[in-house]
């Protein structure tokens, strides 16, 4: 009788529920992106899970897992870690971009779509009236799908422009202009810039690839192959120069005078831009040599997380 009674306040004991927050388990299950290098060369695994692991270095750690065919399983352990990753997009591993998308436990990987990735785009030469939020929002969906617009950022060199954040299809080409009609017989054309972007083919237009590997070559005599873009949808350099500060001194006691270049959107192109003509593929390591990091997506990923 007594082993009987303590069956049953056991019983009673086991079935009394520990309680979870459900919101625990379900945020855990979600700090996966799965990616996929935009390149048809061979991708080093142990390079890139390095790569990676010290460019983001995420507070509580990463696990990066290789699925095969170029694709990749990052799992984080907290929502500051994987939300760093996102904001910061487009990243890259040895000049290829790396496409990511956020997934959930359980879903078909194969099913997941890794021809999408954001990029910043800034919109320039439209007179300083026609920048709105419903026109960058146009631009948006006319280039991809439309993110946000970026109000705290106007001008590089005194020229006034718009940043839209863009989800951009990576399989078609990137658009270069748009027209803009104001009334019935004003017209404007606005440039689009990309920042922080890497390999692309200055003949189709597409990212992934160079000019020597273009399918189109396969196509066209090479004698009537054309350029159909050129370096103008790079988004320019924006340095900054900052003066030594009045408190330090050189190593023989003098006063610093030296100015400090402190960072770069994209990377110095002042000297091809004036004989774009002769730039090429092999000019763009040169000029990127690591695209994952500019001061100024710094400055704007730290804003973002704030
Ligand atoms: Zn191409």
Excluded at 217 to 243: N, Q, Y
């Amino acid at each position: 009788m007594e082993d009987f009674l303590a069956n049953l306040a056991l019983a009673d004991e086991e079935e009394e529920a520990f309680q979870e927050d459900a919101a625990v388990i379900d945020q855990n299950l979600q700090l996966y992106l799965v990616g996929r290098c935009l390149t048809d060369s061979i991708v080093h695994f142990p390079s890139l899970r390095n790569t990676m692991a010290d460019l983001w270095h995420p507070i509580r750690g990463i696990c990066i897992l290789y699925l095969g065919e170029r694709h990749f399983l990052f799992q984080f352990f907290h929502e500051v870690d994987i939300r760093k990753v996102l904001v910061g997009t487009p990243w890259f591993f040895n000049n290829h971009l790396l496409l990511l998308h956020r997934i959930q436990f359980g879903k078909n990987l194969s099913l997941v779509p890794l021809t999408f990735n954001e990029f910043w785009v800034q919109v320039h030469d439209l007179p300083s009236g026609l920048m709105s939020e419903s026109l960058a929002k146009q631009f948006g969906e006319f280039l991809g799908q439309f993110l946000e617009y970026d109000t705290s950022i106007r001008s590089v060199n005194s020229h006034s422009f718009m940043r839209i954040r863009v989800q951009l299809n990576v399989v078609v080409h990137l658009k270069r202009k748009k027209k803009v009609m104001v009334g019935p017989d004003r017209i404007f054309y606005a440039q689009f810039q990309y920042e922080k972007l890497s390999l692309f083919c200055f003949i189709c237009g597409k990212l992934g690839h160079g000019e020597s590997f273009c399918p189109v070559r396969t196509r066209i005599d090479p004698e009537k192959i054309v350029f159909g873009w050129d370096i103008s949808i790079l988004a320019v350099a924006r340095r900054r120069s900052v003066s030594a500060s009045q408190w330090l001194r050189e190593v023989d006691g003098v006063d610093s005078k030296w100015i400090e270049k402190e960072g770069e959107f994209q990377g110095d192109f002042s000297g091809i831009l004036e004989n774009s003509g002769n730039f090429r593929r092999n000019d763009w390591g040169h000029f990127h040599k690591n695209p994952n990091f500019t001061l100024g997506e710094l400055i704007v990923r730290q804003e973002k997380l704030v």
